[in-house]
């Protein structure tokens, strides 16, 4: 079956006090077992805001996402950190980019501290205190539980609790959402909507209503494809 693809609509440009373009998409085109995902796909995010990529299950959001941290290669086009391809200046783009995948990294046999130690100090933070931040996801009393004896929301907020000490302008994140309990959501819209004012950018996918970011934040790339 040859699949025919896509694209998008990229909604109308948030109006905002920062007007850096932190990361453009150049026509990118990704393929998959000869299906078109997208097709010269371009769009710019600017410091400030927040992005929800839309699309049914195998529409190529998370194909996306992947592209544009450059954990994989578009077919065609290219993906630029402020003005350079993210090949040319990929330690710069590294540092500033915050990456939460569907796995989110979590490592099953090691406690909540641990994972969270591990991921602050591999990232340079080593001034933070593990606990402290694991108390804002709500995870007091539980610092020493293995990870996977978390129940699955607990599992992702350890993922998530990374967000709450970061300098990383750039967060590219999987369905955040996942398994998230409604308080939570809450306070994790409320982390992006700071960030986004601290000039910061959230890139996401979440099938989850964000309609309380309000429409004058939120922007949203759809991606969509029909079988023929
Ligand atoms: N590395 C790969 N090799 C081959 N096919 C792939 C690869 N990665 C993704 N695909 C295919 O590309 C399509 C899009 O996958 P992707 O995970 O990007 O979709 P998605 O929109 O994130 O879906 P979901 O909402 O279900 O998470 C799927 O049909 C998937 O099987």
New binding site residues.
């Given amino acids: 079956m040859l699949c025919v693809f896509l694209i998008l609509d990229v909604e109308d440009e948030v109006t905002d006090s920062h007007p850096t373009t932190l990361v453009s998409a150049d026509a990118l085109t990704c393929i998959?077992?000869e299906?078109i995902?997208f097709d010269e796909l371009s769009f710019d995010i600017q410091a400030g805001d927040i992005v929800q990529i839309e699309?049914?299950?195998?529409?190529?959001?998370?194909?996306?996402l992947r592209i544009i941290a450059g954990l994989?290669r578009p077919y065609a086009g290219e993906v630029l950190y402020q003005g350079d391809n993210i090949t040319r200046c990929r330690d710069e783009f590294n540092e500033d980019l915050l990456y939460l995948g569907?796995l989110a990294g979590v490592k099953s046999e090691l406690t909540a501290e641990e994972n969270l130690n591990f991921s602050l100090r591999i990232s340079g933070y080593d001034e933070f205190e593990p606990r402290e931040i694991l108390s804002k996801v709500n995870l007091t009393g539980f610092e020493e539980a293995l990870a996977g004896h978390l129940s699955a929301g607990q599992h992702r907020r350890t993922a998530l609790a990374r967000l709450w000490h970061t300098n990383c302008r750039i967060w590219i994140l999987?369905?955040p959402f996942t398994a998230i309990d409604k308080k939570g959501v809450e306070e994790l819209e409320q982390l992006f909507l700071a960030h986004a004012d601290r000039g910061g950018c959230v890139i996401m996918?979440t099938?989850q209503d964000m309609s309380k970011i309000g429409d004058d934040k939120l922007r949203k790339i759809k991606?969509d494809y029909r079988f023929v």
């Fill in positions: 998959r077992e299906r995902l699309g049914p299950n195998g529409a190529g959001k998370t194909s996306l994989s569907h999987d369905e996918t099938h991606l």
